[in-house]
């Protein structure tokens, strides 16, 4: 039983478009949703990250939007290129000893030129 | 590159070997953990370990043991491999609070 869920598990975008990717979660005591881009061979690396104190989040072409009530966050990608092309992760991490990263299941991101 | 060194990067076993997987990080930090990724799963905690001489159990530990007898390194070991635990294997460690994670660049281990 998966604590963050991740939707779409694929998503095919055209080059310019806008991919967005949704995670919900359930257990109130995480505080802190970063999400990880992975190329194919590679480790995943922190692409942006937001606190839950905050609704939105925006780095270049990267938003993150919040919903806390509803317990839901998203990110999209504004403008997306090729380069985009990877696997996306959404994770939390909750309160107290252990700063351990809860992970959703992943979405393979396709930007066709 | 300062960063999380992990080795070997590719492993094929037969059921009921045994190995080590090792992780080496240079940032001094002090958490260090291990994860599997199998597809559609994302990634998925087997052990951790807050300080040199710690460890402790993740969401997945069985058929795996740790150890961090020094601050830089985190072993994986599996003692009896099975086909189950073919999966690409990933070390992390952090500074802790919510700062992001350093991951190395995995192990790819099938077992036969």
């Known amino acids: 039983q998966q604590q963050v869920k991740q939707s779409p598990q694929s998503l095919i975008v055209q080059k310019g478009g806008i991919s967005i990717i949704n995670c919900a979660y359930e257990?109130?005591?995480?505080?802190?949703f970063p999400w990880y881009q992975q190329f194919p061979g590679k480790g995943p690396a922190l692409l942006i990250a937001?606190?839950?104190?905050?609704s939105e989040k925006k780095e270049g072409r990267f938003t993150i939007s919040f919903n806390k009530s509803a317990k839901q966050f998203s990110l999209h990608i504004m403008d997306s290129q090729p380069g985009d092309s990877a696997t996306y992760f959404c994770a939390a991490i909750p309160t107290g000893a252990g700063n351990m990263l809860t992970f959703g299941g992943g979405t393979r991101l396709m930007v066709k030129p | 590159n300062a960063g999380v060194t992990q080795t070997p990067k590719f492993r094929v076993l037969k059921t009921g070997q045994s190995m080590t997987l090792l992780c080496a990080q240079d940032m001094n930090h002090e958490y260090m953990y291990w994860y599997r990724q199998d597809p559609g799963m994302g990634l998925r905690l087997i052990h951790y370990?807050?300080?040199?001489?710690?460890?402790a159990k993740g969401e997945v530990p069985d058929g795996y043991n740790v150890s961090r007898l020094k601050k830089q390194n985190f072993l994986l070991g599996l003692e009896s491999a099975a086909p189950s635990q073919t999966s690409v294997y990933f070390c992390?460690?952090?500074?802790?609070?919510?700062?992001?994670?350093?991951f190395g660049s995995g192990t790819r281990l099938t077992v036969v």
């Open positions: 370990s807050v300080g040199e001489g710690t460890t």
């Open positions: 257990n109130t005591a995480f505080d802190y």
């Open positions: 937001i606190r839950p104190d905050v």
């Open positions: 992390a460690s952090s500074s802790g609070g919510t700062y992001g994670y350093t």
